[in-house]
């Protein structure tokens, strides 16, 4: 199920994030608009793979029957799934480190490029039209 998800948002990406890179007036008219997209689809994914699968073991299935959390049923097969355990371990037991992690990567979000204000219209005319 995780390759087909991968898959497809992949084949997306590779669609829109080109346009990011054309020259030109276009360039700039559609720059923001396919990083917004190439970001925003990354991040669904990001959110798809890990925090989706996560919730639903927590809210599913344990082994201590309906309504009790004592330990999921099944153990991670693979060293991914023993990775991401392991790291989310961590984050819940120092939730302090975990929200500075995701400040840095908000933080982060800074670096990407801002629109040239040449492109957007005129802020003193209120009419919208560009001089």
Not at 26 to 31: A, N, P, Q
Not at 54 to 78: I, K, Q, T
Not at 115 to 122: E, I, L, R, V, W
Request: aromatic share 6%.
């Amino acid at each position: 199920m995780a390759g087909a998800v991968t898959a497809s948002t992949v084949t997306t990406v590779a669609v829109f994030a080109p346009i990011g890179f054309v020259r030109g007036e276009v360039g700039e008219l559609f720059r923001p608009f396919a990083v917004t997209v190439t970001a925003a689809l990354l991040g669904s994914l990001l959110v798809s793979l890990t925090v989706v699968p996560v919730l639903s073991c927590a809210l599913l299935r344990w082994e201590g029957g309906p309504g009790r959390r004592d330990r999921p049923r099944s153990r991670p097969r693979s060293r991914l799934q023993r990775g991401y355990r392991l790291l989310l371990r961590a984050a819940l037991y120092r939730p302090g480190v975990a929200l500075l992690v995701a400040g840095v990567i908000w933080d982060g979000t800074a670096l990407v490029p801002r629109q040239n204000p040449g492109m957007s219209p005129c802020r003193g005319s209120g009419d919208g039209v560009s001089e």
